[in-house]
Each structure stands twice: as structure tokens, then as C-alpha cells.
């Protein structure tokens, strides 16, 4: 807020006949420091900010993502207490520990849809359910970013335009990628609310 302010200045303000100035008018002034400072914040960060492609192509630009969200879903699943695992915010939605497994269980399976065999033993209906323990939940997570990334790993560059059918249509493998980083945010997005909700604070939103 206070970067905000010092990019306003005041227009000039005449003054009137009983020398009473008139309330000052702001306008937005922007500097090229406007797009430098947002570009610049990486080299000061930890991987809870952002990381630059490893290289140019449709995997590691997603394998970069990848990295943003593993940091910030295991970061805070780690500092939501034991005890919370199982709340929720109302009946019929799902608790902490669902939403954890629910994106843990899409990271074993959605890969198969780009020819990579799902994690043998894997159960899909009722997986989310199938533990509350912290512990276990943290390690499966973890397990189901490596397998999203080994997964991912095995495509070449030029699968990207490579089609399958997708509900009433077709995607490509490159779309596929699109919704696998969207699908791990929306529930990202979900559990920083969760834990707002509960009094935690997002570790890569604490102030150093």
C-alpha cells in the first residue's frame, strides 16, 4: 500500500480567490519500476515465490509450476496442525485431509491420461477418505509430486499437440498440463482458505 501511495502525486492545485485550497486530485503515475520490481523478486525468494523454467518447451514450463505448488502445499500441510485434519466448513464439503488426498489421488492418476501407468494398489472413488492422519497424508502427498513429475518427466517436447478425447471434445497433451496445474490451484486456493479459516497462516505468507 505504501509503494501504491508514493506512485500517486498530486496534480496541481489552483488556488481559489479566499485562498482556499480545493481538495487535492491524485493521478497514477507508472514507472518502469512498476514492472522491474515484481520480475525482480525471484532472486530474493525462496521456491514459495516463483521459479523460472529450466528450459524452453510444454514440460518445463509446467515442471516449474509444479515446483511452486509442491513448496506450497506441503509447506502448509505441515503447519496445520494434526488435530484440524479432519475439519471442515461446513457439512457435504470436504474436511483438511480430504482435499489434501483428493490432490495427492489426481497427481497418481491424472498422469495415466498422457500414457503413464497410475500408481499400482491406487483406488479412486473413496481415496480421499482413506486416511486422517497427518503424518501418512503428508507423505503421500509428497510421494504423489514426485510421481507427477517423474510422470511428466517422460514426455518428449514434441507430445505437446499430441490429442485424446476429453469429455464431449479432444485436448491435447499441452491442455492437459493447462488442467492438471489448474486443478492442483483451485485446491491450493481451497486449503489457504481452510487454514485462514482455522488461524493459520500460509508459512510462504509470514513476514520474514
Known amino acids: 500500500m505504501d509503494q501504491d501511495r508514493r506512485l500517486l502525486k498530486p496534480s496541481?492545485?489552483?488556488?481559489?480567490?479566499?485562498?482556499?485550497?480545493?481538495?487535492?486530485?491524485?493521478?497514477?503515475?507508472?514507472?518502469?519500476?512498476?514492472?522491474?520490481?515484481?520480475?525482480?523478486?525471484?532472486?530474493?525468494?525462496?521456491?514459495?515465490?516463483?521459479?523460472?523454467?529450466?528450459?524452453?518447451?510444454?514440460?518445463?514450463?509446467?515442471?516449474?509450476?509444479?515446483?511452486?505448488?509442491?513448496?506450497?502445499l506441503v509447506r502448509l500441510a505441515e503447519a496445520i496442525p494434526s488435530d484440524k485434519y479432519t475439519w471442515r466448513p461446513a457439512p457435504g464439503v470436504r474436511s483438511i485431509s480430504e482435499v489434501l488426498l483428493h490432490i495427492a489421488g489426481s497427481h497418481f492418476n491424472m498422469p495415466r491420461i498422457l500414457g503413464v501407468a497410475p500408481r499400482e494398489g491406487m483406488v479412486t472413488a473413496d481415496y480421499d477418505k482413506s486416511s486422517t492422519d497427518k503424518g501418512a497424508i503428508v507423505k503421500t502427498l509428497r510421494e504423489s509430486l514426485t510421481f507427477m513429475r517423474d510422470g511428466v518427466g517422460k514426455l518428449r517436447d514434441e507430445d505437446a499437440d499430441k490429442t485424446m478425447p476429453w469429455f464431449d471434445g479432444t485436448n491435447s497433451y499441452r491442455g492437459m498440463l493447462y488442467f492438471m496445474a489448474r486443478h492442483t490451484g483451485e485446491h491450493t486456493g481451497q486449503l489457504i482458505a481452510y487454514a485462514r479459516m482455522i488461524g493459520v497462516v500460509p508459512p510462504w505468507s509470514e513476514r520474514e
Do not use: M, W
Open 12 to 72: 496541481r492545485t489552483p488556488v481559489s480567490r479566499n485562498n482556499t485550497r480545493r481538495p487535492r486530485r491524485y493521478t497514477a503515475t507508472f514507472t518502469c519500476c512498476t514492472i522491474l520490481i515484481p520480475l525482480a523478486l525471484p532472486l530474493g525468494r525462496s521456491a514459495g515465490a516463483q521459479v523460472a523454467p529450466k528450459s524452453i518447451g510444454f514440460k518445463a514450463e509446467f515442471l516449474a509450476e509444479l515446483t511452486v505448488a509442491e513448496d506450497h
